[in-house]
T-cell receptor, first 115, second 118 residues
Framework: AQSVAQPEDQVNVAEGNPLTVKCTYS??????LFWYVQYPNRGLQFLLK??????LVKGSYGFEAEFNKSQTSFHLKKPSALVSDSALYFC?????????????FGKGNQVVVIP | DAGVIQSPRHEVTEMGQEVTLRCKPI?????LFWYRQTMMRGLELLIY????????DSGMPEDRFSAKMPNASFSTLKIQPSEPRDSAVYFC????????????????FGPGTRLTVL
């Protein structure tokens, strides 16, 4: 089984402050981890992924995420939040075993950046 | 690239009617996924195809739901008969299998179809 937990329903942050969206995962074996963002009335857009290698992954729009195997976490971060970053953020995991093409998504975190 | 195309964007129907949702994946992509998003259940995978063949339909809620992919550029999700609890946003997504490492690749989502069953 594979699953993702995003513990906070909403994250409020002031514009210009650092933004962190938390994600922990559960999977058999090694994980492939993804972050997506969803703007109102739009589909999900890919931000970044961790497959292997460097634990710090850089993605679109200045976002980055750090893979921590011991804590089974993959938190999304941005050093300085913009009002335009206000959206719904989804973490997803896929177990790295043959034949597995299913992504398990978290419930999503609403990020509100306050001007 | 136009991205994943879904139609219609909005559908309002009455209980008992047949509903057909359509999806055109990104050209060259060989995986196609259908998801349903609701406030209560979040994002759920309904079914996915590889090279037009259904691989995993374990997420399809019941026999009222069916999905087809007659060719590489078109897929449908049909609900017959529809019920109010089917009201949701339905997303189609596609991805490609690079050198057999398809599970590495991110999925590209369409804009979704918002279905309302009265």
């Amino acid at each position: 089984a594979q699953s993702v937990a995003q513990p906070e329903d909403q994250v409020n942050v002031a514009e210009g402050n650092p933004l962190t969206v938390k994600c922990t995962y559960s999977v058999s074996g090694n994980p492939y981890l993804f972050w997506y963002v969803q703007y109102p009335n739009r589909g999900l857009q890919f931000l970044l992924k961790y497959i292997t290698g460097d634990n710090l992954v850089k993605g679109s729009y200045g976002f980055e995420a750090e893979f921590n195997k011991s804590q089974t976490s993959f938190h999304l971060k941005k050093p300085s939040a913009l009002v335009s970053d206000s959206a719904l953020y989804f973490c997803a995991v896929r177990g790295a075993y043959y034949g597995n093409n299913r992504l398990a998504f978290g419930k999503g975190n609403q990020v509100v950046v306050i001007p | 690239d136009a991205g994943v195309i879904q139609s219609p964007r909005h559908e309002v129907t009455e209980m008992g009617q047949e509903v057909t949702l359509r999806c055109k994946p990104i050209s060259g992509h060989d995986y196609l996924f259908w998801y349903r998003q609701t406030m209560m259940r979040g994002l759920e995978l309904l079914i996915y195809f590889n090279n037009n063949v259904p691989i995993d339909d374990s997420g399809m809620p019941e026999d009222r739901f069916s999905a087809k992919m007659p060719n590489a550029s078109f897929s449908t999700l049909k609900i017959q008969p529809s019920e109010p609890r089917d009201s949701a946003v339905y997303f189609c997504a596609s991805s490609f299998n690079l050198a057999g490492r398809g599970r590495y690749n991110e999925q590209f989502f369409g804009p979704g179809t918002r279905l309302t069953v009265l």
